[in-house]
Structures are given as C-alpha cells and as structure tokens.
C-alpha cells in the first residue's frame, strides 16, 4: 500500500517537493501555503518547525493540479481537466463495495503504533498546529484530516474531512455541518443515549482526505472507494473505539465527543472569507494518541480562490454531477466543470448538445439541486458542446453573446443554504438546517430553434487543418510544449 511517505516519494522523483525549514507555526505556515498554492504550486514540507522538535512535519500543497490529482485518485496520466472528469465518472457515485473495512485486523505491530500516548499522558501540544490565518479563532491541528466514525445501527463506516481547532492539550474542536454524513452519526449516537466514538488521522495518503471532503452517497464508505481506486487499503482496528483506520497513519487520535459544547472559531474557510464567525461545537475529549516516528501532518488552508485544496474538489465534484445529471435523464452532456473562482462550488458549468427544446433549461436546473450541486451551488451555466467548459474565457464569451439576460437566467429561491456564506444572515438561534440562499440558472446556449435551423452566426476560428500545419511551420512562434 502507498502511503503518505511513499507519496512524498513519487513527487520528488518529478522535482515538485520543496523543504521549507524552520517556519513559525504563527501565520508564517500558513502564508506560505497559501501564496505557494497561487504562484508555482510546489508540495511543501515543512520540518524544523519553530516551537516543535524537528521530525514533526507538516505538508501541504499535496493536490494541486491535475497530475497530482490523478496519480492520487489511481487515473492514467495526461489529458488534462476533462480527461480526469471522464475518468472519475461513475467511481465516485456509485463504487463497488469492497468490504475493506471488514478486513481491518487488530494489529499493535502496525507503524502507526510506534509511539502511544493514553490518558492523562495525551498531550496534543506536542504536535504543530498552525494559526493558519491572522484572524483564526485559535490553533488548528485539523485541517485536511480524516475523521472516521461509524453508523450505531448499520455499521457503515463514513470518513469525512472536517476542521479541527485543538481547544487545550487533550480536547479537539470538531466542527461538522448539519448536511455531513458524520452528524448523521452523532445524532443517532445521542438518540440512543450512547457516547459517540470518533477517531481521526492526521498524516495519510491524500487520496483519502479528497474522498473524505467530496458528498459521496449516505451509506457509502470512503474507504470502499480509496479501495477500488487505488487499491491495497490496509486498515487496523483501534483499540479503544474500535474504529479502523490507516495502519500507516502518521498520527491518530480516539476518543468519544463531549456533550459539552465551546465555540470553535472564526476560521478562514473555503470561500475566501471569515464568515462563519464562532460556531457552537462539541469537542472530541482524545483518550489516546498513536504516531509513527517523525510524523507528517497533512495540511491545508483556504482562502481566496484558488487555495491549496481548491483544485482537486474541481474534477471530483465535476464527475458526480454528470454522473447525475445522467441518471436524472439528461442526455447528451458532453463536459462538466466546477471552477476554482466559485471555490468549486458556486460557479458550476454544464456543456450539452441541445437535442430539443427545454433541454439547455432541463439541464441546469437538475445540476444547480443534485445534491452534489445543491451545496453552495449559486450559478450554473448551460453553454453549448464547443465550448469548454472548463475554459472561463470560453464560458464568459458564449455568456455575452449568447444570452440575453432578461430571457436567459432563470432563478430559484429558498434553496439549500450554508451559514459560511457572507450573504446568510444568520440569526442567534436558527438552526444551520434552516438557512437559504437562491440560485441563478443561466442559459448561455445558441436558441434552439435558430441552432437547428442553421441560422445563428457561424463563429470566428482558425481551421483546425491550418492550425495545425502553421504550428508545425513555424516553431519560433509557437514552440513545442514537450
């Protein structure tokens, strides 16, 4: 099995690893990560960590393109954006159940056990925890983690990527929208009257953490779906929540959630604001600590788009939109993409051959509320199959020449809102299950009737067979990427 280490390996056998030695956990990390992710997109490994012993490392900068977003999601190279959506399909939406998580084995000899800290040992100080940005509400340990709990009734084992303030030496904030399928746990957890058990990995292969960040479907594990893109998944049982998890985690934490509730927060989230303000949240009281020697923590931090972990959710959440607007009936999709500047959510572009009318119209309003779509999805944008969707100069042209706006958007009120968006107001006492937001569907498609009539005007373009042939004439002016 690749782990995180083996990982690290693979890319800096392609020169895109970069030490970074002797940063301070105060702002300095996290500048750094957010300035790489906009400029040359390195993998960064922080060691020698001011405050911390060296060999307690943290990286980010791990999916940052589509290379790396492929190689870590087991697709074949090359292609570019949509070459990796079309990849994707029908892997995420609906994998295959491999049962891995039946074959986690109890196993102390596991590299995750090398060190143990239990009880009144636990001392989550020992580990680097950012403040990521200036305004932070405190230190966060959790950030492109993996937090595994299990259904009490079914037994389904969910991963989910959540945030996760370290609020003293022995408690974790745990942060979880009301929509995740970890709430879904920790609700029946305390219908039943029971302690919910939690553990997370902070260091494992990055795959993991994408999965765990994406809206796979209720019931499905992220471990089935790790499996059977990569492979090989070697799982242990823990010995106190008796959870799996990664044998080759770098660090791991166990425990059950508090009833008691601190406020975690405000932090810097995916949509380039502090908007979430302080948040009521359990903590997750940690009874034991498991690291490997010189652990890496995975890391990440977000800001103004694009962010370190802006990209990878691109052609993951691209694929399980097209994926269903296939199965609600919608044929002829020929591209989808979810772009970085809407923080992968909020901008969303769907192209289609128009086979009738009402179907540019059918299209977009079934991907602005598949639940894949729904989350944060402002605007989508139906555009025609030659143009690219993926490709905003492309986008925005067919946007102002092919719509007239009084005719061309359509508008959805009372949609599913999120209360990390600036424009929710959210009030003291209502519930995250009840805020709103509209959306806005936008027809950006040649009319119909003069598409298939052959009378909308014929776009200025090179042909493709000169093109071709003036690249290959003449290489000073346009010389060979390879």
Known sequence: MEDL???????????IVRDVLEADPHLEIGAITDLNAKNHKWVLLFDRIKGYEPGFRILTGSLLDAERVGYSLGCEPGGGSQHLVRQLRSRLRHPAATDVVGRARDDQSAPLFQNQMRGSDVDLSKFPAPLWHEHDGGNYLGTFDAVVTRDPETGWVNVGTYRMMRYDSRRLCLFVNSSHHARLHMEKYRRRGERVPVAVSLGHHPALSALGGMELPAGTSEYDVFDQLRGDLDLVTLPITK?????TSEIVAEGYLSEEVVFDGPYGEFL???AGGKMPTPTLDVEA??????PII???CAGIPPYDYSYFRCPMRSA???DALEEAGVPNVTGVWCHEAGYTRALNVVSI???YLGHAQQAGMVASQVREGAFGGKYTIVVDDDIDPGNLDEVMWALTTRTDPVDAIEFIRHSWGMALDPMVERAPDESLGALSMSRAVIIACQPYGRRAQGTFPAPVTVRQDVAARVMR???QVFPSKS
Do not use: N
Not at 243 to 247: E, F
Not at 289 to 294: M, Q, S
């Open 5 to 15: 280490r083996t990982w690290v390996d693979q890319m800096s056998s392609r020169d």
């Open 243 to 247: 959870l799996p998890v990664p044998a």
């Open 272 to 274: 380039g604001y502090y």
């Open 289 to 294: 600590v498991y690291y490997r020697d010189e």
């Open 298 to 300: 995975l890391g990440t």
């Open 320 to 322: 399980m939109i097209w």
């Open 353 to 355: 051959d128009q086979a």
């Open 473 to 475: 004439q003449f290489p």
